[in-house]
């Protein structure tokens, strides 16, 4: 039988815009959550809040990076969405990687375009 492990993972993070004007959509806030962590995979939920700070609503691009301590990307998982006019709202996703490389993630970045 196999050990569920579930565990919060505090961890420091940046954001980057990319393709977008200035301040329209503004990343928050952002959190990673290990879900279940196996001999072989680790299971990891993210959650990213958005607000959009014009009256069009938008179409966004968001890549959620796991890095390592040296700032290379050991994983990362993706979301295209819609956010309203004036909107702030919570977007989530989960991904699955290898348990030795989520070991080596020290913190999270998060890239946004507006398409």
């Not at 001999?39 to 990076?65: C, G, M, P, Q």
């Not at 994983?75 to 348990?99: H, P, Q, R």
Request: proline fraction near 0%.
């Amino acid at each position: 039988m196999k050990k569920l492990i579930l565990t919060t993972v505090l961890v420091f993070y940046s954001v980057i815009f990319l393709n977008a004007g200035e301040h329209d959509v503004q990343i928050w806030d952002q959190e990673i959550k290990w879900i279940e962590v196996g001999d072989y995979y680790a299971r990891y939920s993210w959650k990213v809040k958005l607000r959009n700070n014009t009256n069009i609503a938008k179409k966004i691009y968001i890549k959620f990076e796991l890095l390592d301590k040296n700032d290379f990307i050991v994983d990362w998982s993706n979301d295209n969405v819609n956010l309203g006019a004036f909107e702030s709202k919570w977007f989530s996703g989960t991904s699955m990687m290898k348990t030795r490389l989520a070991k080596q993630v020290k913190k999270t970045n998060v890239k946004i375009t507006i398409r």
